[in-house]
């Protein structure tokens, strides 16, 4: 055979190899393709993909991948879904005293990098009102409700611009009875209210009589109602009602009393209900006592510091039943202030609660510490500065919830891979071995390419 013979077979050989190596790559390619798109056109499956998503901030990021996201990461039955399994994460908390001209915030260590954005906002906040006489009221899903020169506002330190709302007075003297004497609560909606409304309570007591009058400022207008007067069993006609701490949950008021009895306000009916603390609690005995809400719609929680233990009790409104939850020794809450001197810390109080009383900030001496309650494990968050002053209350600070989801997308990429727990954005793709092997980067860098780094 010639030699022109043999190149022109060889050639042809090699065409053929080619020519079947492309058709295996486009072949696998279209499989890949088809794979793909059975899994992500699949909207129950998509579902379970986003809901391993652990931060809200995330799932907001997911959603601009493209409408079919969007829509399914959306929707109401599967937002409540995402809550049930992840909780808006505490990203710190405010300190305020008399001493600090404006509060400051605090930072809780172990964030992932994603969350720096809205830390530094949250640190920055009230940097240009250190000049101005600030305190702070309450703290909910995002937002703090501070007085400034006499008057309440809503500062929302999560969200750019800087969102502020200065609310008119409220008109107490017009409604109340001027028989009774008052207690007066600031207190937010539990969704925050979007920085336009908040509530405010007035509860008064006389001769063993309660009544309440609850304010609630919509849009720059206060709508007044008052409940019906309720016998209240005190120590004595002359006895003053004291109330130092309150929560609000469920579209309930719980107030704690120096009769050792908890009233309960409903805000949509404004029934009061007495509830007794039952006796095991022992509450004569202890040093400190705090509230904060419960896991469920018709729950309390109770926290007791006892001079030996840490306690922590549910109430059912509807069972009217006392449990108790947990139980933490006091002399392993003073193990963690151990220096390496041996020395320990010499006095504890509460500081506040949340995660419906599984955590703690609890004040040791001069330091501040995070009380994992079920858990049992203390961590040191914050050592107190001279120029702090007394820090008798902390405000811990939330991601805002329901996050808040963009109302078009376009000209996004549609392809996204879940890969270790982490959405990562396709960056093109190989295949070796029959098997898919993709270049990407985190999506969070590819969103913030695109300027989207400061979406919530």
Partial sequence: MAVGELGDGAASEGMARLSLSATVTAMAATATATATSSVFDNDDLLREILVRVALPHCLVRASLVCKSWLRNASDLVFLRRFRSLHPPPTLGFYIDSSVLSCPRFVALQGHPPELGVLLGRASRHFDAWSDVPLSMWDSRNGRVLVEIYGKLAVHSPLLPPADISVYPQTPLKVWLDRSFTYNLHEFLPEDGGNGREYYRLALGYKCKCMIAYLFHLVDGIWVGR???????????????????????????????????????????????????????????????????????????????????????????????????????????????SVTEAGESCAHVSILGIANAGKSAFLKLDDSIFLLDIVAKNMTKVYEICPEDGDIERIYPLLMIWPPKFPAHLTGLCTLVYLVDNQFLLERGMKILGGKCVLRTSDLSRALHSLSLEGTL
């Fill in 226 to 336: 008052a409940s019906d007067t309720i016998s209240f069993p005190g120590p004595d006609e002359q006895a003053e009602l004291v109330i130092p701490l309150g929560v609000h949950a469920f579209g309930k008021l719980f107030l704690l009393t120096n009769f050792s009895i908890i009233i309960v306000l409903d805000c949509k009916t404004l029934e009061l209900t007495k509830v007794n603390i039952t006796d095991e609690i022992e509450l004569e005995d202890c040093d400190e006592v705090d509230l904060c809400e419960g896991k469920l719609e018709d729950e309390f929680t109770l926290v007791c510091l006892h001079p030996t233990k840490l306690q922590v009790w549910t109430h059912n409104l509807s069972q009217i039943t006392w449990t108790l939850s947990h139980s933490v020794a006091r002399d392993d809450i003073l193990q963690a």
